[in-house]
């Protein structure tokens, strides 16, 4: 049996009357869809998840109104992903299963977001954003564009444990955060700086650092790192890199000087 036939509404799923839904798309087995979501062209919505999740005033004000989340076309949901209201998602998002989005959170275009990640509201990312699998984002917190983030990083945003004074680390363009990486509160990671596995960064990363170590440390400038096999450059990565990137097939430089030709 198919839990999702595509560009159909499986009839166990429950859809708000107040939902917008543009064309081609396919709703799964289970699935519930709350008020006020609009979910455009050929999106996926895989069985079990829950889109468009009230907010705690929901269970308390009679008078509650769900904000609007909205999906952006060609979405990939996969199933168990719960969605909260008053979210925005580009187009060409995907998630893995069973992940959580809170609500206040504006994703940008073509980001994936991985199996049992955690975005925990009032967050930023920009376009091109990869989450691998079991990475959590504190509240606040701002991604830049085309940002690597791998398993099981986790961002922190409260510098005195517990308290109401959250400030969220922000993480500038083309940065890779490797694996087991903890970042605490209100730390700044430059452009195009790499984070080593295992390491607690604590301080301000320049731009084009390799960072490691706990505390991290400056270890390198990126211009240093090379492959051991062919002695490649290997930062900035998008120099020999392009997958299901903006630049894949022309290389990244072709692109820049088609993207100033058109006044972007």
């Known amino acids: 049996m198919k839990a999702a036939k595509l560009g159909h509404i499986h009839p166990t799923a429950i859809v708000s009357d107040r939902v917008t839904i543009f064309n081609n798309v396919t709703i799964g087995a289970n699935t519930i869809i709350y008020d006020n979501v609009k979910i455009r062209d050929n999106v996926f919505i895989g069985p ?27 979405a990939i949901i996969r199933p168990g992903a719960f969605i909260y209201a008053g979210s925005t998602m580009g187009e060409d998002f995907q998630c893995g299963t069973n992940v959580t989005i809170r609500e206040g959170t504006e994703i940008g275009r073509n980001c994936s977001v991985g199996t049992l990640c955690d975005i925990e509201g009032h967050c930023r990312m920009g376009d091109y954003v990869r989450l691998h699998s079991n990475v959590h984002i504190a509240q606040k917190t701002v991604l830049g564009n085309y940002v690597w983030i791998y398993p099981y990083t986790v961002f922190t945003n409260d510098m005195n444990p517990p308290s109401n004074d959250l400030v969220g680390a922000t993480v500038e ?92």
């Open 173 to 264: 363009d083309f940065v890779v955060i490797s694996t087991n990486v903890v970042v605490m509160a209100g730390v700044r990671i430059g452009k195009d700086a790499l984070v080593s596995a295992m390491s607690f960064v604590r301080s301000d990363v320049p731009p084009e650092s390799v960072v490691a170590g706990n505390p991290a440390k400056r270890v390198a400038h990126i211009r240093y790192m090379r492959s051991k096999d062919t002695g490649e450059r290997l930062y900035p990565w998008r120099m020999r890199f392009d997958g299901r990137m903006p630049w894949e097939s022309i290389g990244y430089h072709e692109w820049m000087k088609q993207q100033n030709a058109q006044g972007k």
């Open 48 to 74: 079990n998840s829950i889109i468009g999740e009230p907010l705690v005033g929901y269970y308390r004000d009679p008078n509650y109104v769900n904000p609007e989340l909205v999906i952006g076309s060609n």
